[in-house]
């Protein structure tokens, strides 16, 4: 939602100072000079990308429009999430969880946490790891290590759409130029017309110089920016899971494994000690009536 607001305040308030100034907004409606660029920058996009990652580049700027996902509900939702895996494993033993962590997706017990059951990352994430703690034999910091690979290299592919639209923000002032070059070549076509000829022509060449600055800094600058912005959220939630899954590992209490995991939640979205008490102590109480 901010994303369109944002935007809105953008191209509002150019049309605003513009129209103040006694601009006509139809000569800014200029067809062929949104062709000319958009079609050049889509172009670029599919030449120096695979298929499925500009498709991946798409659905990544549409979920901007849905606004941080990454509430202090959701990281309620994720320490009950931790707290009640570390206690059912120390009261049947890690072996139990395998029934869950194999085939997390179909797994009853995760499915009582909708927003992390809905994300393919931590789900995983969370399962593997899971995994080659049942299965024993790994050393505290052996698992750390195999996490932070993890997280890197799920960081770095999830970065690269918002370097796509970075790079297509850079492209913009060019194909702009581009845009008002042709229309130059356009104009002297009409040279020897009448003078209200020719300025309408410059004018619409100039337009595609003022397109492409605008979108390169008004529009995909900021998309980019925000795409960063998004990634960096859900890096943190995965480190919480890495925190919490790193004190359990070395034997704390599932309490404090919950608590590690809560110190590394944004200031923002972190709930208090207190909040997190009450959240697990009612957690506890579901667990025990089922």
């Known amino acids: 939602m901010f994303l369109l607001v944002g935007l809105g305040v953008v191209f509002g308030s150019i049309l605003l100072g513009f129209t103040m100034h006694g601009g006509k907004v139809a000569a800014l409606n200029q067809v062929s000079e949104f062709i000319i660029i958009g079609g050049t920058a889509l172009g670029s996009v599919l030449v120096a990308n695979p298929p499925a990652l500009v498709a991946r580049t798409f659905k990544s700027v549409l979920a ?17 999430l ?3 895996l570390f206690m059912l494993a120390r009261r049947e033993g890690v072996v139990a969880l395998d029934e869950h962590v194999e085939r997390p997706h179909d797994s009853q017990f995760f499915a009582n946490y909708p927003f992390f059951h809905r994300h393919p990352h931590a789900l995983s994430f969370l399962a593997d790891t899971m995994k080659v703690m049942i299965s024993g034999g790994v050393a505290s910091h052996d698992l750390a290590e195999m996490m932070e690979i993890d997280l890197e290299k799920t960081h770095e592919e999830a970065g690269k759409p918002a370097q796509i639209i970075a790079k297509v923000a ?4 060019g194909f702009g130029i581009v845009a008002a070059v042709l229309g130059v ?3 002297m076509g009409a040279i020897g017309g009448p003078p209200e000829q020719v300025g309408e022509k410059v004018g619409a060449a100039l337009v595609g110089t003022f397109l492409g600055v605008l979108l390169a ?20 939630y995965l480190g919480c899971i890495k925190c919490a899954l790193l004190s359990f590992a070395r034997g704390d209490a599932p309490l404090t494994a919950a608590e590690f995991a809560r110190r590394h939640i944004e200031p923002d979205a972190r709930p208090s000690f207190t909040e997190m008490e009450e959240a697990l102590k009612g957690s506890s109480r579901l667990s025990a009536a089922a």
């Open 64 to 80: 901007l429009l849905k606004g941080n996902p990454y509430s202090k509900a959701c990281y309620l939702e994720l320490l009950r």
């Open 217 to 236: 800094y008004g529009v995909f600058a900021p998309i980019a920016a925000a795409l960063e912005s998004h990634n960096a959220a859900e890096a943190n």
């Open 82 to 84: 931790l707290y009640d």
């Open 170 to 173: 850079d492209a913009m002032p």
């Open 185 to 187: 070549v356009i104009t």
